[in-house]
């Protein structure tokens, strides 16, 4: 007799469905299955802790959102300095940014500049850009004077309306390590260079030889024995100019503007007159970046543990909103090294490591700056193209990303950095706060359609009584 259940059920057969047997999948589908899976769990859960991760940050320094500001303080505004990483495009630090960064920004109601390097040098003239026109507001007069900017036009009304800056603390945050070198390189042109660029030799023309035939050519340009010519024969030329349009190239400025000092130059060079004792306080963010095919296990983990990423940027920009206070940046004393005296080397603080020791090199003590350490590793990370020497075409063009990292004194000594007093405990009662009032908010903004299911009892309590059953308001007692 033939079991009627090896068919299946005879009503889906007649929809045409077909039995469905119960079955494992064969070896390549568990294979397939089992590595997709593990792969989609593992980005599923990463998203999800770096979701929590950043909002945790963010509950830490949304209470300053609620502050009431005046309406005749500016709120509180930080530049932020990136630029493209080495063999890539300005899009990676963009979106770096975007989501490590501007959540904590915004959840706490700060005001931000940007200022972006798309080739290397750009962050460096920009920032010295912006510290000359500071000088040239606090009073230094340049050789040659410069049209107002629309910026110093809009402080003028600012000032007229009685506007006034932010009160809180207030300076720059700096994006990986290739921005970092470039910022330095600018901080330090800015102070110790000129406020008009160097003086360049006018180039030399080849002289004609004088005609022999007449004299006047000698002393009469060249469109004007044109013309004497042309009137003779009866043919009157129109006058033409001397001065040919110019070219695309000479329309075009050069970016990045040329240094207007180099870094051998710093120890030479004094320092501006109105160059504040204390800098504005900066903070580096770490910008791990790596390419290449042989790199992609590494690549590979990082994409799958961005969370860790998200905690240590978000710890750091939430420490600098949330700083009250700053302190200088440290210079430690190295022993003691063979350094020339007659090298650049002994007569400024330069880079990381001398690389060249004379004949007659005598031990001397070398500081080394803290700001020369920051986030060093990433170099090793770097594309091989910023390694690359130049061309013989552009010999002689600044390769800040290349070059070690040279500090000044007078600069280092006035550089200071936010610092964090709240502690770790302070910091999570804060979260906690904060969340406990997120928790309220979103009771109160709930809607009509959630008063509706209280009150009618969907997805309510045991032993609650409903709203229908004692009225809007009160009981029937009552």
Known sequence: MPNPKADGNPALRMMGIPRIRARLPSRNWLIFLSITGSFTTAIVYDRNQKKKMLKKWCDSVSYLAREPLPVTQQPRKFTIFLA??????????????????????????????????RREGDVRAGLAEKIRKIRRKNGEKPPVEME?????????????ANIRPSSDLEGDLVIGRHTWKEYMRGLQEGWLGPLHPPSEPLPLLPLEAPSSETGLTDTLPENHTDAATASENGNAAPPTDSKSPPTESAR?????????????????????????????????????HILGVVNTPVRTYRFLTQRYLADTVGGIVADMVLAQSTRPWTAELDFASSVDPDSPI????????????????????????????????????????????????????????????IVDERIGQRMTTFVNAMTEEETAQRIREEQVLEAAEQQEKS????????????????????????????????
Not at 257 to 285: G, H, K
Not at 372 to 401: I, L
Request: avoid cysteine; proline fraction near 11%.
């Open 252 to 288: 075009k400025p050069v970016t990045p503007t040329p240094p207007y000092i180099s870094p051998p130059q710093y120890s030479s060079s004094p320092i501006a007159s109105t160059t504040p004792r204390t800098l504005p306080p900066v903070m580096v963010l770490p910008f791990p």
């Open 148 to 160: 107002e900017p629309e910026e110093d036009l809009v402080e003028a009304i600012r000032e007229k």
């Open 84 to 117: 493209a990483p080495p063999g890539d495009g300005l899009r990676s630090a963009r979106e770096y940014f975007q989501e490590y960064v501007k959540p904590v920004l915004v959840a706490a109601a700060v005001e931000w500049d940007v200022v972006e390097g």
């Open 447 to 478: 809607g009509w359609v959630r008063g509706v299911k209280r009150w009618i009892g969907w997805k309510a309590d045991e032993g609650r009584v409903k709203g229908w059953e004692q009225g809007f308001v009160g009981n029937e007692s009552e």
């Open 346 to 405: 002994a007569s400024y603080s330069s880079g990381d490591n001398p690389t060249s020791v004379g004949a007659d090199a005598v031990a001397v003590s070398t500081s080394r700056w803290e700001q020369q350490a920051v986030y060093h590793d990433e170099e090793k990370e770097w594309h091989k193209s910023a390694r690359k020497q130049n061309a013989p075409e552009d010999e002689g063009k600044e390769r800040p990303w290349q070059e070690d990292m």
